[in-house]
Structure formats: C-alpha cells, structure tokens
C-alpha cells in the first residue's frame, strides 16, 4: 500500500485472501469520499452479476482469435490459482464494491475497456511470442509440481514482481506494452484526474502496476506545476 498527497493505492493479487482484507481493513480506517477499481465497465458487470458472464465465440471478431484466446487462459489460470486458496478472480473488487454500496461512496472504473486492450494485444502479439507463451504454458502443465516462487494467499514482494515484470518485458514485449506499460499510463492519467475532484482517494489496482502508476502521478503533477509557472 502507498499513500501519496489525497490517494491511497492499495497493490492487490487478484486471488489472495491477504488482499481482500487489506482492501477492507483500508477502506474502513480511512472512509474514502471515492473508491478507483482496476476495472472497465465489462468486466465491472460481470463481478455484480450472479449469472456467468464470460466473453464468448462472437466476441472473436470484436477482439480477435490471438487476445479472445490469451483472456482464456489467463481466465483459466487465475481460476485454478484462486482454487488453491479458496477464492475467486477478483474478490478483492467484490469487496470493495460491497463496502462502496454499503457507505454510499462512489465508485470509478480507471481501466480501458478489456476489447480495446485484447483488440490490441491480438493486433500486436508476434509468433515469437506466441511459441514461448505455448512453452510456458506445456511446461507448467507437464512438469513437475513446484514450490511457487512465493506465497499465492499474499501480494509478492515487489523484488519478485520487478523480476516478473522484468521476464515478461524481455520475453513478452507485445503483451508488456498492452497489458502492463499502455495500461499504467491510462490508470494514472484516470486517478491524478480523480484526485483533483475528491478528497480521499482509495485505488485497487494489481500488484504489478502500483509502483510505475505512483511514478506516472507525480510526473503529472511535476508537469501541471510547471504549466501553471509557466503561465
């Protein structure tokens, strides 16, 4: 968790119960005026809904077959973690819907919408990257069981999530500039706009961006600074 100025930004693992309460325990110690969520309008929805909502074959000509089939199996895999530990894909954003509905504070979705960023991410993804996505994938699944690299009930260390970043951006680069580098800069630009209309901001974001939106808000603000001088 980082406070900076009016904004609190809660880092999360979308599986872990450890965030789910630190997203509680935050939300009723400092009574926000204003709850951010790492969410667009879709997949906002499909969290309130009771019924299943997935995205679906026709959704292939809207996103396109490379990114409808890297969101099942991120789906897929977040699914069988959450199992693991007893929770569900993003329980941390049910519990801070349900503390905003129940304390009457609003609500803001700061994420592109999910078509975009998949349009974007099938448009770009090159066949390097899919073979060593396919390899990754062979190898988790026929080989042996392991000891995960850290605790899957808590947030990683930054250390470990700078060292994943790291692989992805080295190994991954089409989908580090979709689904990490693109979608920070939209994150922070959406909560520095926030902070500017609202007392206390609380932010729920994943572990992997907290770091690099922070640096994108005081960056903004260093530049608005300058602007007003400037005038």
Do not use: C
């Not at 809904?49 to 969101?71: A, E, Q, V, W, Y």
């Not at 929770?87 to 801070?96: H, I, L, S, V, Y």
């Not at 349009?119 to 899919?130: D, F, Q």
């Not at 947030?155 to 979709?178: D, F, R, W």
Request: charged share 30%; aromatic share 6%.
């Amino acid at each position: 968790m980082i406070n900076y100025q009016n904004l609190t930004i809660i880092g999360t693992s979308h599986i872990s119960p450890e965030s789910i309460k630190e997203v509680q325990n935050t939300i009723a110690k400092e009574s926000p005026d204003l709850i951010a969520l790492e969410l667009d309008q879709l997949r906002f929805n499909s969290l309130i809904s009771t019924k299943t909502s997935k995205l679906r074959i026709r959704d292939i000509f809207k996103i396109g077959l490379k990114g409808f089939i890297i969101n099942l199996i991120g789906a897929w895999i977040e699914k069988k973690l959450g199992k693991i530990v007893n929770t569900k894909p993003g329980d941390e954003m049910r519990a801070a819907i349900k503390l905003a509905k129940e304390n009457n504070i609003k609500i803001a979705l700061i994420d592109q919408d999910i078509r975009i960023t998949l349009k974007k991410l099938s448009k770009r993804i090159t066949w390097k990257e899919k073979f060593n996505l396919l390899k990754e994938i062979l190898k988790a699944i026929f080989k042996r069981k392991r000891k995960p690299p850290f605790d899957i009930t808590k947030v990683p260390p930054q250390k470990i999530i700078a060292n994943l970043t790291k692989k992805i951006k080295k190994n991954y680069p089409s989908i580090y500039l979709t689904l990490i580098e693109e979608r920070n800069y939209i994150l922070a630009k959406n909560l520095y706009n926030i902070m500017k209309h609202h007392n206390k901001v609380i932010a729920v974001i994943g572990a992997g961006h907290e770091k690099e939106v922070l640096e994108i808000i005081k960056k903004e603000a260093v530049n608005e600074i300058h602007k007003t001088r400037a005038h």
